[in-house]
């Protein structure tokens, strides 16, 4: 494949922890991005500014934000609904913000209490301001490849979402299949259809991992050209509002697929492994990624 460097959003500390059941203490989050931040990845995604009510396991974001070393080079983005969110992500002088909707209504209502297009119309002033402070935007569509109340979801859904967020000034757009229902065929043929409206270069994937897809998923997704990808250490995580979404992709998985088939990540495998099974043994369960079980194993 042409042009072999991706860069991996890593997303744990954030889509990673809002869905574990057990609550990380702020020092151990700040612990794990701060190890995160050793590995070589660039993006960090560190915590979310959402309401405490909604997303109890992320409360205490503003001391999480506060504690991390911010390493040159590393961006750490968070997760931010409303002008309330990005006053409370400033406030700690986050420089990346992420706004996020769905392709489905059904789940947007259930995760945000509002239409997409009103969730949107929300994102609006939060842009304003975010380009005025110098503070990029990623957005988020979620249920890309399925909804957990409405089931199938359009295609013609999903690229209108993604083109709204990149007009609205959004650098990069990420494709959340937010249950994992993808498989190969259809992941490529939503990025495909996303990519004729949105260049490809401001394109990333999120796959979770409920029926086992993620990484084939990701390898057709590569083949049509995506060079960014989200995925959480030690496999952590689902969404609160979809019943039954399991994880995200183990980043250490990814990583270690793509260094086997020669593409370049910057990311040192090693020290991920070791970060996946430290946070595995903090959250008293096993890592969900392939690479650390058979790792440790040995
Ligand atoms: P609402 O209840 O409709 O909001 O929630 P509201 O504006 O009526 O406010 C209600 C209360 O929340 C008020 O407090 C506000 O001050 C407070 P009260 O007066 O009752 O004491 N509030 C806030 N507090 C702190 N920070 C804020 C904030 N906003 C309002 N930013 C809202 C609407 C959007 C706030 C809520 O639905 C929410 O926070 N939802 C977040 C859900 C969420 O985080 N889901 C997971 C992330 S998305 C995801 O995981 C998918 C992704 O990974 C991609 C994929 O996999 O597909 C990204
Ligand atoms: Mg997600």
């Known amino acids: ?104 209504e059904a789940f947007n209502r259930k995760n945000v209490n ?5 969730s949107i119309e929300r994102f609006v002033p939060v842009v304003e301001r975010a380009k005025a402070d110098g503070v990029a935007v990623r957005g988020y569509v979620s249920t890309v490849l399925g909804c957990p109340y409405q089931g199938e979801v359009p295609l013609r859904d999903v690229v209108r979402v993604a083109q709204r967020l990149h007009a609205l000034g959004c650098y990069e757009i990420s494709l959340g299949d937010t249950i994992g229902a993808g498989t190969p065929a ?25 029926y086992g897809q993620a990484l084939a998923n990701i390898l057709a997704c590569l083949e049509e050209g995506v060079r960014v990808v989200d995925s959480a250490v030690s496999g952590t995580g689902g969404c609160p509002y979809a019943k039954g979404a399991t994880g995200n992709v183990a980043s250490e998985d990814v990583v270690y697929m793509l260094h086997g088939m020669g593409m370049d990540t910057g990311v040192d495998l090693d020290l991920l492994v070791a970060t996946g099974a430290w946070l595995a043994a903090q959250l008293h369960k096993d890592s969900a990624s392939r690479v650390t079980r058979a790792r440790t194993a040995a």
């Open 1 to 104: 494949m042409s042009n072999d460097r991706v860069r991996i959003v890593e997303v744990g500390a954030r889509d990673g922890l809002q869905n574990e059941k057990i609550l990380l203490p702020a020092e151990v989050k700040v612990a794990l991005i701060d190890r995160l931040s050793a590995t070589g990845l660039t993006t960090i995604e560190a915590t979310s500014f959402v309401s405490p009510k909604w997303v109890p396991q992320l409360a205490d974001a503003t001391e999480v934000f506060r504690g991390i070393r911010k390493v040159p080079g590393v961006s750490y983005p968070v997760l931010v609904p409303n002008l309330q969110g990005y006053e409370r992500a400033r406030e700690v002088g986050a420089s990346e913000i992420a706004v996020f909707t769905a392709a489905s």
């Open 186 to 210: 259809k992941a490529r043929a939503m990025l495909r259809a996303v990519a004729q409206e949105v260049p490809m270069r401001a394109l990333a994937v999120h796959f979770h991992d409920t």
């Open 114 to 118: 509002a239409s997409i297009d009103e």
